[in-house]
């Protein structure tokens, strides 16, 4: 049974045949992949509920090239973002489409793995080790103030930064440091985000 089949009973309420196992239609798959992609972490949860470690992942995949590619939209609709992940010498851009098009495949810099957490970096430039887990990454990054969606974007431009030439200070380990290079982050690459909560 494919991903999009499981997915798709879980997600839209049995309106696709639990006896068919057949992929959605196209319409059905626009619906299944937003469900995925913008919906309440609770949703998801509930839609993941039963899938295999295997389909989680590449769900989890799918979410991740989305938000790598608004990341690079971020990195170049927004100069502060730009010069702040650039002051280590790489291109930000250049890195992350690098890394966008390598996720899933063996060797990738960037992917989700089964056995991780929030999120996790390691190495510098082109030879950095990013790694998500899935659960957390489809469900449980939002941080304060933040919805589901910026939290994701977020958190890569957070582990970019430290592939990008440690722009940031390193936090491994270090739970007050990371909540204030989150904050660095927010402030400098979604600023209306930062203002909102920050209003709070």
């Known amino acids: 049974m494919s991903l999009w089949s499981v997915m798709a009973r879980r997600v839209m309420g049995g ?7 057949s992929r959605p ?29 295997g389909e989680l992942t590449e769900l989890a995949r799918v979410v991740l090239r989305e938000r790598v590619g608004e990341a690079i939209g971020v990195l170049r609709d927004c100069a ?13 851009i250049e890195m992350l489409l690098a890394f966008r098009e390598r996720i899933g495949h063996r060797g990738a810099q960037m992917d989700i793995d ?35 969606r910026e939290s994701q974007v977020q958190v890569i431009l957070h582990e970019l930064a430290h592939a990008a030439g440690d722009v940031i200070p390193p936090d491994g380990g270090n739970p007050p440091e990371s909540v204030r290079n989150q904050q660095r982050i927010t402030r400098a690459c979604l600023p209306e985000t930062y203002e909102r909560i920050s209003r709070q």
């Open 114 to 148: 089964e056995s991780g957490g929030g999120g996790s970096q390691r190495g510098q430039g082109f030879e950095t080790w990013i790694r998500f887990g899935p659960i957390n990454f489809l469900t449980s990054l939002s941080l304060d103030g933040m919805t589901l």
């Open 80 to 92: 502060p973002c730009h010069d702040l992940l650039s002051g280590g010498g790489y291109d930000p």
């Open 15 to 21: 309106r696709i045949s639990k006896d068919t196992g």
């Open 25 to 53: 239609g196209e319409g059905e798959l626009m619906r299944l992949s937003e469900t995925a992609l913008l919906g309440e972490p609770s949703l998801i949860l509930e839609a993941i509920a039963t899938l295999a470690p």
